[in-house]
């Protein structure tokens, strides 16, 4: 089966409503690809206006965060179905700042996940080592460590519904892209861990990106590796650059 290619803007904490929809109207002509999924993370107070300047587009909708339970007394916070009901799609999860500076780990990354599923929202799982643990050679285990506790409990079905983001630290916002080799090797690395945790079907559906200064000179050599089947791109979706690594 051929996996259809998911390249997803994470946004971060940059742009306000209205520059927000300045950007969706400067992409809107050159993100225009019907045999790839577009998704624009975006900040929570954009959600809704981005929700109607991308009406009529191909692009689909994501946040950056949420919290696990779906109502109540959790001042500050949004919850999943409140992201729904506002026409959000993907949700990203386990984002590596969000691991570093605000202290998420794996368990409430797991609940997470499982809580994105119940509501109807498609995770984004972000997993990837830092620099010391790749110099000590010991990222593999890392990462399937990582996964095992991120997917605890999810079913086959929902994992084949899952995105996994790839973004080793060392390469986040540094322009120190990770190589295609290197990419590759880590992606496939999970996607055989799936079939081992799970089955080969399984494993053959989950689709799979990179994420870590990816840009538009560099994506089309990541993307045409066989177990990458997109980006997730920080820095390089805020510019016009975006339309080129959806066109990659
Ligand atoms: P970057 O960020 O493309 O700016 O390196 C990627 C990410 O953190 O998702």
Not at 9 to 35: F, H, I, Q, R, Y
Request: proline share 3%; hydrophobic share 40%; aromatic share 6%.
């Amino acid at each position: 089966m051929s996996r259809r290619r998911i390249i997803a803007g994470n946004w971060k904490m940059n742009k306000t409503p209205s520059e927000a929809v300045e950007l969706v109207e400067t992409l809107k002509n050159l993100v225009k690809n019907d045999d790839v999924d577009v998704v624009y993370c975006v900040p929570a107070i954009d959600i809704c206006p981005v929700a109607e300047a991308i009406k009529g587009s191909n692009v689909q909708l994501g946040a950056q965060n949420f919290y696990i339970e779906d109502k109540g007394a959790y001042t500050g916070e949004i919850s999943a179905p409140m992201l729904k009901d506002a026409g959000v799609k993907y949700i990203i999860i386990g984002h590596s700042e969000r691991r570093d500076i605000f202290g998420e780990n794996d368990i409430l990354i797991n609940k997470k996940v499982k809580k994105a599923f119940e509501a109807g929202l498609s995770p984004i799982l972000c997993c990837g080592e830092s620099l010391e643990l790749r110099e000590a050679g010991v990222y593999a285990d890392w990462i399937k460590r990582q996964i095992k506790w991120d997917l605890t409990g999810l079913s086959a079905d929902q994992v084949k519904n899952l995105v996994i983001a790839y973004e080793p630290i060392w390469a986040i916002g540094t322009g120190k892209t990770a190589t295609a080799d290197q990419a590759e090797e880590v992606c496939k690395l999970i996607r055989d861990y799936i079939a081992e945790l799970y089955d080969a079907a399984t494993a053959e559906e989950v689709r799979i990106q990179y994420g870590g200064s990816m840009n538009a000179a560099n994506a089309a050599e990541l993307l045409d590796k066989p177990d990458i089947d997109g980006g997730l791109i920080g820095g390089a979706s805020l510019k016009p650059d975006f339309g080129q690594i959806v066109n990659a």
